[in-house]
Nanobody, 118 residues
Framework: VQLQASGGGLAQAGGSLRLSCAASESIFSINGMGWYRQGPGKQRELVAV???????DYADSVKGRFSISKDNAKNTVYLQMNSLKPEDTAVYYC?????????????WGQGTLVTVSS
């Protein structure tokens, strides 16, 4: 599976952006997909994840502002980001994972830069 992320850009604080992550094949066989981000001088962190069953989970810092969803027919996962803050500035990476014989296999897309100005 290859992942293609898009939708990053520049937004003002309080604004919105939507990221998309398109998979090169059906995501039915994927246990979950999500978004990570890495801000300047920071470690990569989980932002949001959605499982094959549709369960979602979010980092505390984005709860109530970000929403992850997926469209199985389009093999695409979305991250709707509202009420953006300057601290949301980061490179956002799309991730997919499969659990094979108890081991997690991660697949990464290229990053897309999100810049939030104050």
């Amino acid at each position: 599976v290859q992942l293609q992320a898009s939708g990053g850009g520049l937004a003002q604080a309080g604004g919105s952006l939507r990221l998309s992550c398109a998979a090169s094949e059906s995501i039915f066989s994927i246990n979950g997909m999500g978004w990570y981000r890495q801000g300047p001088g920071k470690q990569r962190e989980l932002v949001a994840v959605i499982t094959s069953g549709g369960r979602t989970d979010y980092a505390d810092s984005v709860k109530g502002r970000f929403s992850i969803s997926k469209d199985n027919a389009k093999n695409t996962v979305y991250l709707q980001m509202n009420s953006l803050k300057p601290e949301d500035t980061a490179v956002y990476y799309c991730n997919a994972y499969r659990i094979v014989l108890g081991n997690v296999m991660n697949i990464w897309g290229q990053g897309t830069l999100v810049t939030v100005s104050s």
